[in-house]
């Protein structure tokens, strides 16, 4: 590495010195927030443990994750500095989603400085000692999480308000463009709450169907429509286009788009709006750079021929901002139904320091919706309840009735995408898709790496795809699994399932032991 640990620690210092400093156009309470929070919290830090300790190599991980977890909020505060901050606010900052992002961020960067402390001070044999401090209360910093929600909320309302005000000042009169006047009333709209806002109703921003220029470039292609790139008000967005031939059609798309207006979180596709004319309706959403499995193909461009996962830091990463997406869907009593990498989406963005690592990824979940909103006398299908190499064995058994699809087939389909996140490759590949019912339901899975998948984190994905759907873990204990599994990774050591583990209620009782045989896969496939 080009830089010690000490030094990385002492450019996390400035980058709180830095926001502390700089100027935004909007969201100024949260840069406060951001920007105390570092400064105190790294400020905390420095006085645990012998200060060769914190520049040593044990600390390098840890330090690292550190700098890369700041960056985050560096790039969230540098879109909150665009001149043209309507554009920044409805693509991907409204009050909802933003309140949870940060919340998550400052979580998970309160994680990072409490393994350091406790590297530093070399008691990290503590973390997997579930009688003395167990590893899911690492993410808890005792003194500063016990207040973050509630400073994170207040920092959102000072906000908001500014921003209301700035737009009733700002756009209105007949001199204000008349593009501009519809996003500063949109924007109006998808700052309040989902429950206080209707996207069917849209009459204040008098949206049309002309709003929406929809370019060439095809983005995606299902049963139900297709994705194009668009410029909508002159955002560049992603424009999903259906064609209906009949009113019960119609419904089904509007249902659709009444559940993507209402759903605001993070690492889920962020709704724009919904218009149509006649038999063509549009669902417009943020413009994504790629899917995962372009980004996962990009990352073997250049190599050999045989397929590449993502570093372990990286790849558990990934799949914990699937998962929190996944938590929040299931938590809106919404399933996905056809998880899989080309229905994640991903932003690859420059890192602040390339000399550590070259960039940061948001990843988001997309493409749910008709296959839960199915009508009788519809001609959208549930695209088969997800497809096939992705699905889970009891999805087959129930093929004729989708209305019986469990979350925990959602669960299955998260572990194949692991699956493609730690190896490159597709699931099942070389396998007839006739022969591997069967196969399935025999218990075959994919072969795990067994030098870049850890026994804790392999004991996870074998939960996750375990053939007794009961036994599966939802997505609140697979979230604070990933957790537990990056602090494994930080600190460079390899504990057992069973201290790593986090369990549903109902699992406590489960032995290290009968791992293997709860998820019907044998050790040899590993």
Not at 35 to 41: H, R, V
Not at 78 to 83: A, I, P, V
Request: with cysteine; proline share 4%.
């Amino acid at each position: 590495m080009a830089h010690t640990s000490m030094s990385l620690f002492k450019e996390c210092k400035n980058v709180a010195a830095d926001l502390q400093r700089k100027k935004v156009n909007f969201n100024k309470s949260l840069r406060k927030l951001l920007a105390k929070t570092y400064s105190d919290s790294l400020a905390e830090a420095s006085k645990f443990g012998p200060r060769e300790e914190v520049g040593g190599s044990k600390c390098e991980k840890a330090v690292v994750e550190l700098r890369r977890v700041m960056s985050c909020g560096e790039l969230l505060v540098t879109q909150w500095t665009d001149r043209q901050w309507w554009k920044t606010v409805i693509s991907s900052s409204d009050s909802a989603s933003l309140q949870a992002k940060v919340v998550l961020h400052l979580k998970e960067f309160f994680a990072c400085v409490k393994v350091l402390i406790v590297i530093a001070n070399g008691n990290q044999n503590l973390l997997f000692d579930h009688n003395k401090a167990p590893l899911s209360e690492v993410g808890d910093f005792e003194l500063s999480m016990s207040t973050v929600e509630s400073d994170v909320q207040k920092a959102c309302k000072e906000d908001l308000d500014r921003l209301k005000s700035r737009i009733h000042d700002n756009y209105k009169g007949w001199f204000v463009k008349p593009d501009d006047l519809k996003l500063a009333n949109l924007v109006l709209e998808q700052l309040e709450s989902p429950g206080n806002s209707s996207v069917g109703d849209q009459s204040s921003s008098k949206l049309e169907y002309t709003d929406v220029i929809t370019g060439s470039r095809l983005l995606g292609e299902g049963g139900d429509g297709k994705v194009f790139e668009c410029k909508f008000l002159g955002l560049e967005a992603a424009a999903k286009v259906f064609l209906v031939d009949n009113s019960d059609n119609a419904k089904v798309v509007e249902n659709e788009a009444q559940l993507f207006a209402r759903l605001r979180h993070p690492n889920v596709v962020r709704f724009i709006a919904h218009v149509f004319r006649e038999h063509q309706h549009v669902i417009v959403s943020e413009l994504m750079q790629m899917d995962l499995r372009k980004y996962l193909d990009e990352f073997n461009k250049g190599g050999d021929e045989s397929p590449r996962g993502r570093p372990l830091p990286e790849a558990v990463d990934i799949m914990l901002q699937i998962a929190q997406g996944m938590r929040y869907l299931h938590d809106e009593q919404v399933m996905h139904r056809d998880l899989k990498s080309k229905n994640v989406l991903v932003n690859v963005i420059p890192g602040p320091d390339s000399r550590v690592f070259p960039s940061v990824l948001q990843v988001k979940v997309t493409d749910f919706g008709l296959a839960k909103l199915k009508t009788d006398n519809s001609k959208f299908t549930t695209r088969g309840v997800g497809t096939t190499k992705w699905r889970a064995p009891e999805v087959f058994e129930d093929d004729n009735n989708p209305g019986k699809y469990k979350k925990s087939a959602d669960v299955y389909s998260f572990a194949m995408v692991f699956f493609e996140v730690l190896t490159g490759e597709t699931p099942f590949d070389g396998i007839q898709l006739g022969r591997l019912l069967q196969k399935l339901h025999s218990g075959l899975r994919p072969r795990l790496p067994r030098n870049e998948c850890p026994e804790y984190l392999s004991a996870l994905i074998k939960k996750c795809w375990s053939r007794n759907a009961a036994r599966r873990p939802t997505f609140a204990t697979i979230c604070k699994t990933l957790v537990n599994c990056k602090v494994a990774i930080l600190v460079a050591q390899s504990p057992s399932p069973r201290s790593i583990l986090s369990y549903d209620s109902g699992d406590v009782s489960i032995s290290p032991s009968r791992l293997c045989s709860n998820c019907h896969f044998s050790c040899r496939f590993i």
